[in-house]
């Protein structure tokens, strides 16, 4: 993974119409937004990224072997529960 804020990402807040984005509650703020969509978005970037750079992965590893290796097609297939899961959180679900 790259050198992104360690996670998981989540937020608080609402009250006063912010929505603190952060890693835990003695980490600094990832962002401070106004719209909870945003912030369910941003709080799931993190997950986003890592769904897509896994899938990518999988779909090289596939790619490589011609869709032959019944390994890698499986773990694409079942890589399609953390996108999934992502998806979810960016949509605040």
């Known amino acids: 993974m790259t050198d992104f804020t360690e996670g998981p990402w989540t937020f608080e807040g609402g009250g006063s119409g912010e929505y603190v984005v ?5 980490k600094p703020e990832i962002a401070i937004v106004y719209d909870i969509n945003d912030a ?3 709080a799931a970037a993190r997950d986003l990224y890592e769904a897509v750079e896994e899938t990518r992965r999988l779909v090289v590893d596939c790619s ?14 079942l890589n399609n529960g953390k996108i999934t899961q992502a998806l979810k959180k960016a949509r605040g679900e």
Do not use: C, Q, R
């Open 40 to 42: 369910h978005l941003i």
């Open 22 to 26: 952060t890693s835990s509650p003695d």
């Open 64 to 77: 490589d072997s011609g869709f032959t290796n019944e390994k890698a097609v499986t773990n694409l297939f």
